[in-house]
C-alpha cells in the first residue's frame, strides 16, 4: 500500500467546507484512495473512495489531483457531528486497509 | 447502527479468565475482519476470514483465537490475557476480501484486563 501523509489536526468553523488533504506520493495505478471517519469510540465509518476521478456521494465530495500523488476530502457544510478522526488509506483491490493516526478535525460552534 | 454488530459493548475480565467477543453482520458480506485499537494508536489488523476461511493472522499471539462458523458470524476468544491487551476491539465486514469493496465496521468492544 501506498503510505499516506495527513495532517494530525484541522479545526473548521460550523457551516463552512472543511477540506482535508492527504498526500499519497507513491501511490501506484491501481490503488484507490479511501476516506473513512472514526468519531470518539466508535468504529471507523466509509465516507468515499476513488482512482482518479473526483467523486461526489451525500456525504462529501474527493478531489483527486491528475497526478494522483494527493486528494482532498471536502465536508461542504461541516457540523459539530463532523468532528472525528478522518482517515486516508491508498490501497489496491488485493490488499487489506492499514489505518494510520489520521486528522483530527474539529468543528467549531 | 451499520449492520455490524458487536457484543458486548464494554467487557472487564481478570488475566486468567476466559472470554469471547461476538460479532455478527446481516448485510449479506463474505469477508470478516478483527482489528484492535490501543489507546492513540493507529487500528492494527488481527485477523481476516474470507468465505469462512481464515486468510490472514498478522502475528497475533495465540492468547486470541478467533473463530468463524459462517459468513455471518465472527468470534474472538480470549484466555490468559494480559494488561496491554486492553484496547477497542473492532470487528468489520466486506462483500469479498481482496475485491474493491469498503469495510463496514461494529461499533466495537471496550476490553480492560485488570
Given at each position: 500500500d501506498a503510505k499516506t501523509t495527513q495532517p494530525p489536526s484541522m479545526d473548521c468553523a460550523e457551516g463552512r467546507a472543511a477540506n482535508l488533504p492527504c498526500n499519497h506520493s507513491t501511490i501506484s495505478g491501481n490503488e484507490y484512495v479511501y476516506w473513512y471517519r472514526q468519531i470518539h469510540s466508535q468504529g471507523p465509518q466509509y465516507i468515499i473512495h476513488g482512482l482518479k476521478n473526483n467523486e461526489t456521494n451525500e456525504m462529501a465530495s474527493l478531489i483527486i489531483t491528475e497526478d494522483r500523488k494527493s486528494s482532498t476530502l471536502i465536508l461542504p457544510h461541516a457540523t459539530l457531528r463532523d468532528t472525528a478522526v478522518y482517515y486516508c488509506?491508498?490501497?489496491?483491490?488485493?490488499?487489506?486497509?492499514y489505518f494510520g493516526t489520521g486528522t483530527s478535525l474539529t468543528v467549531i460552534p | 447502527e451499520t449492520g455490524v454488530t458487536q457484543t458486548p459493548?464494554?467487557?472487564?475480565?481478570?488475566?486468567?479468565?476466559?472470554?469471547?467477543?461476538?460479532?455478527?453482520?446481516?448485510?449479506?458480506h463474505n469477508a470478516m475482519y478483527w482489528y484492535k485499537q490501543s489507546a492513540k494508536k493507529p487500528l492494527e489488523l488481527m485477523f481476516v476470514y474470507n468465505f469462512k476461511e481464515q486468510t490472514e493472522n498478522n502475528s497475533v499471539p495465540s492468547r486470541f483465537s478467533p473463530e468463524c462458523p459462517n459468513s455471518s458470524h465472527l468470534f474472538l476468544h480470549l484466555h490468559t490475557l494480559q494488561p496491554e491487551d486492553s484496547a477497542?476491539?473492532?470487528?468489520?465486514?466486506?462483500?469479498?476480501?481482496?475485491?474493491?469493496?469498503?469495510?463496514?465496521?461494529?461499533s466495537g468492544t471496550r476490553l480492560t484486563v485488570v
Open positions: 488509506i491508498a490501497t489496491n483491490t488485493g490488499n487489506q486497509f | 459493548r464494554h467487557l472487564v475480565m481478570g488475566m486468567t479468565n476466559k472470554k469471547s467477543l461476538k460479532c455478527e453482520q446481516h448485510l449479506g477497542l476491539y473492532l470487528c468489520a465486514s466486506s462483500q469479498a476480501h481482496r475485491e474493491n469493496y469498503g469495510y463496514t465496521f461494529g
